[in-house]
Nanobody, 124 residues
């Protein structure tokens, strides 16, 4: 399984970005997908996750109400819509797949495959 994340960039506070993560080598219809991020000097942290069927989504408190995770099984792609971006959202964002799981996890060690990361920089 390969995950290719894209969509990062340099934006100003209050702007929006949509990250995409395309999977190859496996269809994601029965996998939990998640987004994590890592800011310089910090550990990788959970951002959002979506259940394999797309019915349930989970968010870190810091992004709740601003970020939306979604999944398009037909395109084998998961998205992270980020609105009202803040400078503290600056990080490398990684998508990840938890193969065969039903319930979404916030724990990075439970994810089996990772994308290469896409950098999001939010200026004040």
């Amino acid at each position: 399984v390969q995950l290719q994340a894209s969509g990062g960039g340099l934006v100003q506070a209050g702007d929006s970005l949509r990250l995409s993560c395309v999977a190859s080598g496996r269809t994601l219809t029965r996998d939990v997908m998640g987004w994590f991020r890592q800011a310089p000097g910090n550990e990788r942290e959970f951002v959002a996750a979506i259940s394999w069927g797309g019915r349930f989504s989970y968010y870190a408190d810091s992004v709740k109400g601003r970020f939306t995770i979604s999944k398009d099984n037909a395109k084998n792609t998961v998205y992270l819509q980020m609105n009202s971006l803040k400078p503290e959202d600056t990080a490398v964002y990684y998508c990840a797949a938890d193969i065969g799981s039903v319930d979404a996890s916030t724990r990075s060690h439970e994810y089996d495959y990772w994308g290469q990361g896409t950098l999001v920089t939010v200026s004040s």
